[in-house]
Structures are given as structure tokens and as C-alpha cells.
């Protein structure tokens, strides 16, 4: 385990210096080339590490809700979408948070929250694209529990890459060595303004600088979705076999690079079409995602023997020979 520290350290700084010498080309080429097979990986992951989250009745409000998000996104119905996604949160909340006082705290706050997108659905849709690249932080949190020795570090390597460098970036440590220019990736993916839109704030100068970090954490998503938690976490996944035996084994990793090679030749026909039906159906994991973070929050702060049942997280160590090797 001692070695994960450098692993992470080496893997940030290659991430670091795709974006900034090719923030368009590695925001786009990683997006073909890891989008789907990482949606799928993460919904392994996250049904199966957190099955007791995702069940019932629950789990079909969130399908419906969430496919309300993907048939918003298809139709291009931005303020819909947004009060749906809040919805999302609002049926989160209620699941996870079983004090009242804490539960109404949470509810009004997500009500002065969704009034701020609704005022600002431009910044909202840019928010949510960074937020969901910052949300592996939870999960390796989280993770960290199982680790007997060298928590602390292993954490603050964590903060370091997924809040420290992104810090840097935007405060314009990293600008005399951000490469800027014309990128290959126009030729099929349109004029770069275009291409970075989701994810600059509107009105910004320093519009490059978070088209960097977004590179960047993308990047390192990938990283920890594809690379390190399935070989990490090897429980996770068989437990989602176990749930769900027609999609076990090596089918997630073939259904995901089967879809990417699909859409890939989407993405070079007609990028545009091709970014909205991957960002459409990508809603799911990224907004079935949010009520676990919301059990883990809530089952931490409140130190619940019930929370940390439902949300899945036990608190001995879940080091297995897999895990170790």
C-alpha cells in the first residue's frame, strides 16, 4: 500500500502536463476513448459497493427521476433538467438524512441552491461538469477506511491532486507553460470556443485556465474509475455480480469498449450529436451517484449504526488478497 501515494503522484503529474499542453485534445480524445467504458465502471462500482443504498423503491425513483434528466438533455429542456436534478437531491436528502432538523436544513438549503441555477442555469451546467470530476474524492475517502496503515497520507494525496492543483492552475502558477493554439481535434469537433463551452464559466478571461483543469480532473477520473478501483476495490464488483449475474465479469468492461467504439465513430461523423447523446446518457451515473455521497455524508456526520448499514460501510478493515497484491 505504500506505494499508492507515488502511484497517484506520478499518474496527477502526467495528467497535469496532458492539460496543459493539450487541453482540448485530451478533454476530447479522453472523452472517446474512456467516457463510456467509465460510466460503466462506475456504475459497477457504485451498485455494488453501495447496494444498500441503491435498492427498493428508492432505486426506481431515482431510474425515473434521472431518466427525466435524459430525456430533458436529448430535447434540450435546460430548466426542466435543472428541477429535476434538484429533485434528485431533494429524494437523496429525504433517504439519507433521518433527523428532521438536519433533514430540513439540508431541504432549504437545496431550495436556495436551485433558485441560484435556475437564476444562472449557464453557471449551473459548468458547476455540475467540475463537481462531478471532484467526486472521486469521496469515494477514495471512503475507500481509504479499509487501509491499516498510512491513511493520513493516502488521503492527503488525494486533497492534494483533486483540490490543490486545480487551486494552482486557476490561480495561474501553471499559465507560462499552457499551450493554448489551435488543436487537431477542430477538424471534427468544431471551433474550440464551441468545444469548451460546457465547462468555462461565461464572461471569464481566465476561460483557459478551467478548460485546463477540467483536462486535468477528467483525466484523473478516468484514472481512478478505470484503472484504480477495479484493481482496489475487487469486492465491489462482485458483489454488483452477484446483483446483477446477465452483466458479470468481463461483460461491464466488453459492454463499455463495445459502446465506446460506437460512439467514437459518432463522435468523428458528427461531434456535436455525438457529445449529446454520450452527455444524455451519462446522466445516470452521474446523478445516481449523488444520494450515495449523501448517505456517505450524513452516516459520517451523525456516526449512525442505521446510516452506515444503508449506506454499505462498515467500519473493519475490507482488505482482501486482491486488494493487497
Do not use: K
Not at 494525496?157 to 487551486?167: K, M, S, T, Y
Not at 445516481?288 to 448517505?295: C, K, Q
Amino acid at each position: 500500500m505504500s506505494r499508492l501515494v507515488p502511484l497517484f503522484a506520478v499518474a496527477a503529474l502526467g495528467a497535469l502536463l496532458l492539460a496543459l499542453r493539450a487541453p482540448l485534445a485530451t478533454t476530447v480524445l479522453g472523452l472517446i476513448a474512456f467516457g463510456v467504458l467509465h460510466n460503466v465502471l462506475e456504475l459497477r462500482y457504485v451498485a455494488g459497493r453501495f447496494a444498500g443504498v441503491l435498492r427498493g423503491r428508492f432505486l426506481l425513483l431515482l431510474v425515473v427521476l434521472v431518466s427525466g434528466i435524459v430525456a430533458c438533455r436529448l430535447a434540450g429542456a435546460r430548466t426542466p433538467e435543472i428541477v429535476l436534478a434538484y429533485a434528485v437531491l431533494a429524494a437523496g436528502v429525504v433517504h439519507a438524512v433521518r433527523r428532521p432538523v438536519w433533514r430540513a436544513a439540508a431541504l432549504l438549503g437545496l431550495a436556495g441552491a436551485a433558485t441560484a441555477s435556475l437564476t444562472w442555469p449557464a453557471y449551473h451546467f459548468v458547476i455540475l461538469a467540475h463537481l462531478h470530476n471532484v467526486v472521486p474524492l469521496v469515494f477514495l475517502w471512503e475507500w481509504a477506511r479499509r487501509l491499516p496503515t498510512g491513511r493520513t497520507p493516502f488521503r492527503v494525496a488525494q486533497l492534494g491532486w483533486v483540490l490543490g492543483v486545480p487551486a494552482l492552475i486557476l490561480a495561474g502558477v501553471f499559465d507560462p507553460f499552457v499551450a493554448g493554439g489551435p488543436s487537431a481535434v477542430a477538424a471534427f469537433a468544431g471551433p474550440p470556443a464551441a468545444v469548451a463551452a460546457p465547462v468555462v464559466p461565461p464572461g471569464l478571461t481566465i476561460g483557459l485556465r478551467f478548460l485546463v483543469v477540467f483536462a486535468y480532473l477528467q483525466t484523473m477520473h478516468y484514472v481512478v474509475w478505470v484503472g484504480f478501483l477495479p484493481r482496489y476495490a475487487p469486492e465491489a464488483a462482485r458483489a454488483f455480480d452477484a446483483r446483477v449475474r446477465w452483466l458479470a465479469g468481463w461483460r461491464p468492461w466488453a459492454l463499455g469498449i463495445g459502446f465506446a467504439v460506437l460512439l467514437a465513430i459518432l463522435f468523428v461523423a458528427d461531434y456535436r450529436q455525438g457529445r449529446l447523446l454520450y452527455a444524455s446518457f451519462a446522466s445516470y451515473h452521474a446523478y445516481l451517484e449523488f444520494p450515495v455521497l449523501l448517505a456517505l455524508l450524513f452516516g459520517a456526520r451523525h456516526g449512525s449504526r442505521h446510516q452506515e448499514a444503508t449506506a454499505g460501510i462498515t467500519s473493519r478493515p475490507m482488505i482482501s488478497s486482491g486488494v493487497m497484491s
